[in-house]
Each structure stands twice: as C-alpha cells, then as structure tokens.
C-alpha cells in the first residue's frame, strides 16, 4: 500500500474502491445513482453489493504463465499507465 495512504484505514480504502467499483459496472442499470452512492459514502454502516465486471478492464490474465509473460512486447499496455486529459479555455 502506498505509505502516504497509511494514515488512513484500511477498511476505509477497500470500501471507497468497493463503491467505485459499482459505479464502473458494464450495464449503466447496474450501476447506483448519485444519491445512493452518497450514503454509501457517508455511512459505514450501509450494506454495499458486491460489483459485477466493469465495462473494460486492462490488466493480465489470472491464466498467464511466466513463460508468456517474458515475452510480451515493450509497447504493450501496463497495468500502470494512465491517460490523462486536461481542457483549459482558449
């Protein structure tokens, strides 16, 4: 975990990644709506669903074997990387 996080509880972090999770849901009927997400948020003692897959994912294959992992390619994707977007006004 990261250390700047080490502050925080753990149980915390999961929960928050939890209600993330559900907002990531590949059918937009799945996924709860703002206020809900709000209670979710404000009170640890509201019961959170387990989340169904996510319209996408990017990462490795839980099947991948260390043989095939040494030969992927360098322009692949990694878990890691990040595609950030900032508008500013003309």
Known sequence: MDSSLSALCTHEILRCIQIGLLCVQERAEDRPVMSTVMVMLGSETTAIPQPKPPGFCVG?????????????????????????SVIDAR
């Open 60 to 84: 490795r294959s839980l099947f991948e074997t260390e043989s095939s992992s040494s030969t992927q390619r360098d322009d692949e994707l990694s878990v890691n990387q990040i595609t950030l």
